[in-house]
């Protein structure tokens, strides 16, 4: 009987593409040092089965850790979990299983939860590794056109990343669905049939059914052309915003705080993305068109006596002075603190670090102001009310109503950052008082 040179020259193919995969996984990784754990992130289907399998062949099983995040959106799920944890005690690594509840069922929803999960798992030093290959970025890069995006979209997604307090890698990102299928063909890897993959209805599963498989046999380079496409507007954006920090530099008073005066000068085309650069350089956030045209409106071009609000993710984007300020959301402040030595403390809003030549004679007490309070600032004949001495102080009116005060009994013996006041006898205990409010200094 003849041999059947198909079947044989598939197999050779095969063998030939896993090595490569092989090959190029070990590059990848390789290059990659100082990692304490190595987190597979692994739903059982067919990439991440190969993921595990690969990072078991070249990594210390020891630093392997396979998460698994259960969605609870399919009546399968539970079955899911069990396989992958399964899949991780066959193989001889750590598994761990979090249960996430998406706000609903769509695809955004799952991975918002997903990522959320994944954040809160990691520790500094971790390495989560996923099994996203060139059809996934090839999806992605359509479906982003399709929505609207700009250079940040269409970069497509990144080999590398910083992810929660670790890092995340796309090792196979490179290669195609095909090459994937070949190796989990050649090494005989079972794995899930994810059967919501197959419904149309979600907007991705359509673009890799019915749209790309057209475009692939049109275009058979399609996924090569696209992700250099990808690579090519990563580095666009890369010098674009090499050069919005020069500019942004120029404009800030410290890193929260924008001067507007100097941002007006700027050509008008460059004004909203400095604004987007600088919000996602401080809290991670990047705004759209709309909102970074809401924000010119109604924050920057309000009346001059106007206080501005705009609210970002929790934090909350200010106008004073003719500055912006980028507000964090409250801490928990400390309160009613009882001082009776030199030290440093975190107070929720910034820092206080109050140093002593010599012991106190009486203690001191560091309280939230309230309203009402007056002192006789050193050097002054007469008494002045807490809240005039702010107001000289032209801070901005969200830092003055919880400003912290150093009492010594019912006396208010300073206002850090404005003034000393009489009844704390400096000349006989010898000190030093620095405060440093987090939203206005650097």
């Not at 929660?164 to 994937?180: A, T």
Request: charged share 25%.
């Amino acid at each position: 009987m003849k041999p059947n040179t198909g079947n044989l020259a598939a197999l050779q193919e095969c063998e030939r593409q896993f090595q490569a995969l092989t090959s190029r996984f070990i590059s990848f990784l390789d290059s990659s040092s100082s990692i304490s754990r190595w987190v597979i992130a692994h739903s059982g289907g067919l990439d991440s089965q190969l993921l595990l399998y690969l990072a078991c062949k070249v990594l210390p099983r020891s630093q392997i850790v396979v998460l698994h995040i259960n969605h609870n959106l399919q009546v399968e799920a539970d079955g899911w979990s069990a396989f992958s944890e399964r899949q991780a005690e066959l193989n001889g690594v750590v598994h761990h299983s979090v249960s996430v509840t998406p706000n609903n069922s769509s695809e955004v929803a799952a991975r918002d939860a997903r990522y959320a999960a994944f954040n809160d798992f990691i520790n500094e030093g971790d390495c989560v590794l996923f099994g996203h290959h060139a059809d996934d970025q090839a999806e992605t890069l359509l479906f982003r056109w399709l929505r609207g995006a700009g250079l940040t979209g269409l970069k497509g997604m990144p080999e590398q990343r910083e992810l929660g307090q670790g890092y995340l890698l796309r090792p196979l990102l490179y290669c195609s669905r095909k090459q994937l299928e070949q190796a989990a063909t050649e090494i005989g890897l079972e794995f899930i049939q994810d059967p919501s993959n197959d419904s149309i209805d979600y907007d991705r599963n359509f673009l890799r059914h019915k749209v790309l498989p057209e475009l692939k046999l049109r275009w058979p380079q399609l996924l090569a052309r696209w992700q250099k496409n990808a690579d090519l507007v990563a580095k666009s954006e890369s010098l674009l915003n090499h050069y919005l920090d020069q500019d942004l530099r120029q404009c800030l008073t410290t890193s929260r705080q924008l001067n507007l005066d100097e941002w007006g000068l700027l050509i008008e085309i460059k004004r909203p993305e400095l604004i987007r650069r600088w919000v996602y350089n401080e809290i991670g956030f990047l705004l759209n068109e709309q909102q970074l045209e809401q924000i010119q409106h109604d924050v920057i071009q309000a009346q001059s006596d106007a206080i501005p609000i705009y609210l970002i993710q929790g934090h909350s984007l200010r106008r004073f002075r003719n500055h912006l300020y980028i507000v964090s959301p409250p801490s928990e402040l400390l309160d009613n603190v009882e001082i009776s030595e030199g030290g440093c403390w975190e107070l929720g809003d910034g820092e206080l670090t109050i140093e002593l030549a010599k012991p106190l004679q009486k203690s001191l007490t560091l309280q939230r102001r309230k309203g009402g309070e007056r002192c006789v600032p050193h050097g002054h004949a007469h008494s002045k009310s807490v809240k005039k001495l702010l107001q000289e102080a032209d801070l901005p009116p969200w830092e003055k109503a919880s400003w912290p005060l150093i009492f010594q009994g019912e006396t208010v013996v300073a206002v850090p950052g404005i003034c000393v006041c009489d009844g704390w006898d400096k000349e006989s205990s010898g000190f030093s008082l620095l405060w440093r409010p987090l939203s206005l200094s650097d």
